[in-house]
């Protein structure tokens, strides 16, 4: 089946460290992006990156680094920089970036801080 | 200022009563309206994209309808397995920034 794979469901950070969020689809969508949800908050962009060794950064992507070497994989880094890292981070993928292009997501990795 | 407004925050109904929700929005330009299903603790599930004042997408007891200012999900004879928060996004016309403008979301609860 085609989707979008998350990994790790549950993720804890400890004060100093680095954690890295997996992100794998296998739809074949060009578009990826990385989301922080907090709760009655609308989703907040960190990254996207339209093609490979490509991304721009979204509205809060202070604390976090990705990397785009396939296109099937955009994996996000939680920094220590990031000082309020709790949060349900949700990956996505469209076909392009297009405006009549939809966005799916995966199943979300929920980090907490230790 | 680009904004997106869902309402209510919540809304309990009884199985089988009809009821909508609201997303209203201001920006600049509408590239597309997007609505979403989300469970808890899973990722959004895509429902329905709406593009021009007047158009109109139905899913079972589910119908989306779009105006200049809000569009509206209507939902019929609601179930129990109905229970969910449905988001809202919008997408601006802007040609090189491909961001959806998300709203907080309404947390439907439906009794049986």
């Known amino acids: 089946d085609g989707g979008i794979t998350q990994s790790p469901k549950y993720l804890f950070r400890k004060e100093g460290q680095n954690v890295t969020l997996s992100c794998e689809q296998n739809?074949?969508?060009?578009?990826m992006y990385w989301y922080r949800q907090d709760p009655g908050q609308g989703l907040r962009l960190i990254y996207y990156?339209?093609?490979?060794?490509?991304?721009q950064k979204g509205d809060i992507a202070e604390g976090y680094s990705v990397s785009r070497e396939k296109k099937e994989s955009f994996p996000l880094t939680v920094t220590s920089a990031q000082k309020n890292p709790t949060a349900f981070y949700l990956c996505?993928?469209?076909?392009?970036?297009?405006?009549?292009?939809?966005?799916?997501f995966g199943a979300g990795t929920r980090l907490s801080v230790l | 200022e680009d904004q997106v407004t869902q309402s209510p925050e919540a809304l309990r109904l009884q199985e089988g009563e009809s009821s909508s929700l609201n997303c209203s929005y201001t920006v600049s330009g509408l590239r597309g309206l997007f609505w979403y299903r989300q469970d808890p603790g899973k990722g959004p599930e895509f429902l329905f994209t709406l593009y021009s004042a007047g158009e109109e997408k139905e899913k079972e007891r589910l119908k989306a309808t779009l105006t200049k200012k809000e569009s509206f999900l209507h939902i019929t004879a609601p179930k129990p397995e109905d229970s969910a928060t449905y988001l809202c996004a919008v997408r601006r016309h802007m040609d090189s920034n491909y961001q959806l403008i998300w709203g907080a979301g309404t947390k439907l609860i439906i009794k049986p």
């Open positions: 996505a993928s469209s076909i392009g970036t297009s405006g009549k292009n939809s966005q799916y």
């Open positions: 739809l074949n969508h060009d578009a």
């Open positions: 990156s339209q093609i490979v060794n490509d991304f």
